[in-house]
């Protein structure tokens, strides 16, 4: 069985701190794929990023960066200098079923950007 | 384009009523799920389907039915609602690519069952 754990319940932090949120994963499986989706005030979720198992390396967006390090079944996202339309809920997931996609979420971290 | 639509946006039901769930993309896109999401557990998968015709049960599927007569719509229906359902409903679809699928997600139905 699949398993997403996001121990971080709730974050706040100053606008134009760096924060990271972390994602820690258990599968058995040796390809899978992680993913973090947002979720803002308005309800819908928002792909940011999608990374197979076979792909260790960092990946940067803008003001936003993910490190995958399967020696500890992590997949951390880090905010640098973070603004108020970063506030959201942030759920990581993993997938292991190609083509009949069964995400297991994670049960979220709420970021809260103080102005 | 609209991407994936959920009617309704908000609804009460009464314990033992039933009601349908809508959920229409027109991306064209073969896979369709609906996840429900409660406080402090995430997203859990309830149906999901891969094509026409074709549906399956995720992790939560008891008091829920799906069918998938076309590519664009995919109704989720409650039987017989019971306050255990109260959540916020979303649907989201994906093409059938290799690899892990990008899903699109749905802007949420929050159904109260009292």
């Known amino acids: 069985a699949q398993k997403v754990t996001q121990a971080q319940t709730e974050i706040s932090v100053v606008e134009k701190e760096d924060v990271t949120l972390d994602c820690v994963y258990e599968?058995?499986?040796?390809?899978?794929?992680l993913f973090w989706y947002k979720q803002p005030p308005s309800g819908e979720l928002v792909f940011l990023i999608r990374?197979?198992?076979?792909?260790?390396q960092n990946e940067i967006s803008g003001r936003y960066s993910w490190n995958f390090q399967k020696s500890t079944s992590s997949f951390n996202f880090t905010i640098t200098a973070s603004q108020v339309v970063d506030s959201a809920v942030y759920f990581c997931?993993?997938?292991?079923?190609?083509?009949?996609?069964?995400?297991?979420f994670g049960t979220g971290t709420r970021l809260t950007i103080i102005p | 384009n609209a991407g994936v639509t959920q009617t309704p946006k908000f609804q009460v039901l009464k314990t033992g009523q039933s009601m349908t769930l809508q959920c229409a993309q027109d991306?064209?896109?073969?896979?369709m799920s609906w996840y429900r999401q409660d406080p402090g557990m995430g997203l859990r998968l309830i149906h999901y389907?891969?094509?026409?015709?074709?549906?399956d049960q995720g992790e939560v599927p008891n008091g829920y039915n799906v069918s998938r007569s076309t590519t664009e719509d995919f109704p989720l229906r409650l039987l017989s609602a019971a306050p255990s359902q109260t959540s916020v409903y979303f649907c989201?679809?994906?093409?059938?690519?290799?690899?892990?699928?990008?899903?699109?997600f749905g802007a949420g139905s929050r159904l109260t069952v009292l």
């Open positions: 989201a679809s994906s093409p059938l690519e290799s690899g892990a699928n990008v899903l699109t």
């Open positions: 990374r197979n198992s076979f792909d260790e």
């Open positions: 389907s891969v094509g026409a015709g074709i549906t």
């Open positions: 991306m064209n896109h073969e896979y």
């Open positions: 599968t058995r499986d040796t390809t899978y794929y």
């Open positions: 997931a993993l997938s292991v079923n190609f083509g009949n996609e069964k995400l297991t």
